[in-house]
Nanobody
Framework: QVQVKESGGGLAQPGGSLTLSCEAS????????MGWYRRPPGKERDLVAS???????RYADSVDGRFTIYKDDSKNTVFLQMNDLKPEDTAVYYC????????????WGQGTQVTVSS
């Protein structure tokens, strides 16, 4: 049973910005680290940003300083603000819990496509 819905992707030019949104079910969201992942064409899905229940954030080196993860607990929603986009950011972006079990066995949403191209 899919418990997340990602949105906000699209086409952006290099140097541009996009903000992604992820609405999660309460059971998935409450009390857990939440993460944004991405799967570039032909590659594996990797974690790019994570936020703890207390708001502590961490980022992959490739996006640190350009992407910001934040959340709205009242709406069980996680956001990813992406600035200074690069062609290598092109990927399908997914959100889910940030934990080992979910990465291996979790149920994933459809994701949202981000394409960075001039």
């Amino acid at each position: 049973q899919v418990q997340v819905k990602e949105s906000g992707g699209g086409l952006a030019q290099p140097g541009g910005s996009l903000t992604l949104s992820c609405e999660a079910s309460r059971s998935l969201y409450n009390g857990y680290h939440m993460g944004w992942y991405r799967r570039p064409p032909g590659k594996e899905r990797d974690l790019v940003a994570s936020i703890s229940p207390g708001g502590f954030t961490r980022y992959a080196d490739s996006v640190d300083g350009r992407f910001t993860i934040y959340k709205d607990d009242s709406k069980n929603t996680v956001f990813l603000q992406m600035n200074d986009l690069k062609p290598e950011d092109t990927a399908v972006y997914y959100c889910n819990r940030d934990d080992g079990y979910t990465i291996l066995y979790g149920t994933w949403g459809q994701g949202t496509q981000v394409t960075v191209s001039s």
